[in-house]
């Protein structure tokens, strides 16, 4: 069978493939994005991005219903937003196996908290699969499915951003040939009224149960016998630290980590004379174990924050500390990239004095410095709700200078309800959409605006500005976003109304494919006057000479025109990229 | 086989993504176990961004950490010094002579570093090179970092014809030739 190196993401929805899968939905989000971009090249496969998690889910619930095997991918904050068919859906239980794959992110790279689905799984009884690296993703991912039909249960496999951006050797396979299931009305087990989910209720507690007992036979749980002065149960990316710093230990290696299998757990604590747990984030492993009344350490050493690495637990279970000399540098966080429309629209609000109730997505950068706009950022969809939850708090004076700030992909995820209750409770607040014409944060996917789906086939495109209206908004405005004085006087006079506006700020995103910047800004030194005006985007084009000139990298600049526009003495001018 | 330890560091839209590409590609050829770690999402927007490849016999963990690379490749000045602890005492400095100010250098509120090279070099063989001129010598400025690759592989045990044959296989069909050109570039230099 043929090897290639794989990402984790890659790995498992070539997993989802040979599975048999027919149907996946997802909502992009790092790190599980590449999950549909890759499983999508599959012809037998039917992908979607669907405009939010919830969405998602349940249409990965509909198709499993119908008996076939459905996939659903998000990241850890997704399952949030797709938590209600999820608690659900668990008492109901599949047709066709239904797995969700669900991905951490210790260290929090690229997201907003870091919150452990493990936890939220046991909250709604739903049993949680780790794979460790990419070969294992891509079988976890068909033991998954199996085991989901098998026991009549979603089931999430739970991945962390070190494995998903990971990768390592994959053994391919071929697809297998899944029968759907017939389709059969059945009122006790998928209509959730309070006598059916009573009875359902009891069928989840015993599905538990039965899955704990029956684990020490899944070929998923491994137990590597060594030395017994100590052992480990772990399971996910911190098994390869513990191979790493000790090869020679006991391990007791988890694929099934909610249940944990019952009388497993209690040969192995019985055979080592010391029983570490070793798990990133929460203690959920453990705190099943010590519900065992089996005595262990995990917690009480390693942290529930960040990534672990060997390197920790060398510091800690061994006393080594590895410190090389190192340099004092300077940070370099992410930043808008050069020619992107949201430091246009950030710079037009920084002139206006204004606040702005932030949400998720490249634009949140516009909270840094320079351009230091944005006050919140909570979760996808929350400027426009918080911004409103704020007038009815404090008064309509009080958002006189604020604004929300949202992107596309967001407004389409959630913002849309909160822009609905702007209206219906009668607020007064100003909402820029800041509309790029795609996810750009999540590395540029479609959404139901950008007239594409996750295939590539041209659809229908939501029209914003009927939207908007239809929802009852009357001031729908729409300006470029590299348009400095139309954006300055537009957002000063939708601000000073007294009724809900929504500014839609259009222009692509700088990297979207298909682009062509005709285009380049260039310095002229003998007209500048060295005021640094041209600086104040934060462009990472410019530089500034030691002589307080600027010049600007015609590599890294698309000809915004951003720059040109800060400059009172025509010291910068547009010219035709060569 | 003890496991070899590599580290790329840059800048977020660099291209370290392709860079690591075409590394596995050529471990998995050569019949090791190999792991990569990159990073995508936020970071990737002008941030410092880092990728671990390290292959053997048999490879645990996918990251590389403090004072374990035998080389490590940095696509831009700064970034060398940032992580340059992370290289083993005889480890291999390969660093792209390029410098892009990151935003607290922007903004003033802080200094980008001069004599780079020579602070933190501590007595090792640093190899470095302008491979973003170089490139536009070539014609196309997106292939610095193979290049690049092309000096970091001199210190990895594979053939010329080896590497070649990986990009080959990786790169878009109609990049092939200039990317096997930057390499030999690179290689040659
Ligand atoms: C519930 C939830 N799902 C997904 C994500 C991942 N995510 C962060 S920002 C973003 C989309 C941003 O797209 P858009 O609103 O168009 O703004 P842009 O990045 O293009 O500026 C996504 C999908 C998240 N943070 N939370």
């Known amino acids: 069978m043929e090897k290639i190196v794989m990402l984790g993401n890659e790995a498992i929805a070539r997993g989802a493939y040979e599975a048999g899968v027919k149907v996946s939905a997802a909502y992009p989000g790092t790190p599980s994005t590449e999950i549909s971009e890759n499983l999508v090249k599959y012809d037998e496969v039917y992908c979607e991005w669907s405009p939010n998690e919830k969405v998602a889910c349940e249409v990965a619930i509909g198709a499993s219903m119908t008996g076939v095997r459905s996939l659903c991918c998000m990241k850890h904050v997704g399952l949030n937003v797709a938590s209600d068919p999820l608690y659900s859906f668990s008492y109901i239980g599949v047709n066709g196996g239904m797995v969700l794959v669900v991905a951490d992110d210790p260290g929090i790279y690229s997201s907003q908290n870091e919150q452990d689905t493990r936890m939220v799984a046991r909250a709604a009884m739903v049993p949680v699969i780790e794979p460790s690296d990419s070969q294992e993703a891509k079988d976890f991912i068909k033991e998954a499915f199996d085991l989901s039909e098998k026991y009549d249960t979603p089931i999430i496999v739970r991945t962390t951003t070190r494995l998903a951006h990971s990768q390592g050797i994959v053994t391919l396979e071929e697809r297998k040939n899944i029968e759907d299931k017939p389709y059969e009305k059945n009122i006790a087990k998928n209509v959730m009224m309070p006598a059916q989910a009573k009875a359902r209720h009891i069928f989840v507690e015993k599905r538990l149960k039965d899955m704990a007992a029956d684990a020490e036979f899944m070929s998923i749980n491994r137990l590597e016998m060594n030395d017994t002065k100590i052992g480990f149960i772990t399971s996910g990316i911190a098994y390869q630290y513990v191979k790493e710093v000790f090869p020679k230990a006991s391990v007791l290696k988890l694929g099934l980590v909610n249940p944990i299998p019952d009388k497993m757990v209690r040969d192995f604590a019985a055979k080592v004379d010391k029983l570490y747990i070793f798990e990133e984030l929460e203690p959920v492993i453990e705190l099943q174990v010590k519900a065992m009344g089996i005595e262990c350490i995990g917690k009480e050493l390693f942290t529930v924050q960040g990534e672990y690495s060997a390197n920790m637990l060398r510091r800690v279970l061994k006393n080594e500390e590895v410190k090389n000399p190192s340099f004092d540098v300077p940070q370099r966080p992410p930043i808008l990239c050069p020619g992107c429309p949201h430091r246009s629209v950030y710079t037009a609000l920084k002139k206006l004095k204004l606040h702005a109730a932030g949400d998720i997505g490249c634009y949140t950068l516009g909270a840094l410095a320079p351009l230091g706009v944005i006050d919140t950022a909570v979760c996808m969809g929350s400027s426009i709700s918080t911004l409103h939850g704020m007038e009815k708090a404090r008064g309509k004076e009080f958002i006189k200078d604020w604004v929300a700030v949202i992107g596309d992909s967001t407004f389409l995820h959630t913002g849309l309800n909160s822009l609905m209750n702007m209206v219906y409770n009668k607020a007064t607040g100003t909402v820029c959409i800041l509309d790029n014409s795609i996810t750009g944060m999540t590395g540029h996917q479609d959404h139901a605006a950008t007239g594409k789906t996750l295939k590539g086939d041209a659809t229908y495109a939501v029209d914003l500005v009927e939207l908007c209206k239809a929802l009852g908004v009357e001031n729908v405005r729409v300006v470029s976003s590299f348009d400095q004085d139309e954006l300055t006087k537009v957002i000063k006079e939708e601000v000073a109304k007294d009724a809900v506006s929504v500014v839609i700020c259009k222009a692509p995103c700088a990297l979207l494919k298909g682009q062509i910047f005709p285009n380049k800004c260039v310095a002229l030194p003998e007209k500048c006057k060295k005021c640094g005006a041209c600086l104040k985007p934060g462009c990472p084009a410019l530089t500034k000479n030691a002589d307080g000139s600027v010049s600007i990298d015609a590599t890294m600049c698309n000809g915004c025109g951003l720059c040109k526009q800060m400059c009172k003495f025509d010291a910068i001018d547009m010219v035709k990229r060569a | ?189």
């Open chain 2, 1 to 189: 086989m003890e496991t070899k330890n590599i580290m790329i560091v840059g800048v977020g839209g660099q291209g370290t993504l392709l860079t690591s590409r075409i590394l596995g590609g050529i471990m998995l050829s050569a019949g090791y176990d190999v792991k990569l770690s990159e990073v995508h999402g936020m970071a990737q927007r002008g941030g410092s961004v880092v990728t671990f490849v390290r292959y053997g016999d048999k490879v645990y963990e996918p990251i590389v950490e403090e004072g374990q690379a035998d080389v490590l490749i940095a696509f831009e000045r700064l970034e060398a010094m940032r992580y340059v602890q992370f290289l083993k005492k005889d480890g291999v400095l390969i660093v792209n002579d390029q410098r892009i100010d990151p935003m607290p250098v922007i903004t003033g509120a802080a200094e980008y570093p001069s004599n780079i090279i020579e602070t933190i070099s501590d007595g090792r063989a640093v190899y470095s090179m302008d491979a973003k001129a170089k490139a536009l010598e070539l014609g196309n400025s997106k292939v610095f970092n193979i290049i690049i690759l092309g000096m970091a592989a001199k210190h990895m045990n594979f053939s010329k014809e080896q590497w070649l044959d990986v990009i080959a296989k990786t790169v878009p069909e109609k990049t092939i030739e200039i990317n096997q050109k930057a390499f030999i570039a690179g290689y040659e230099s």
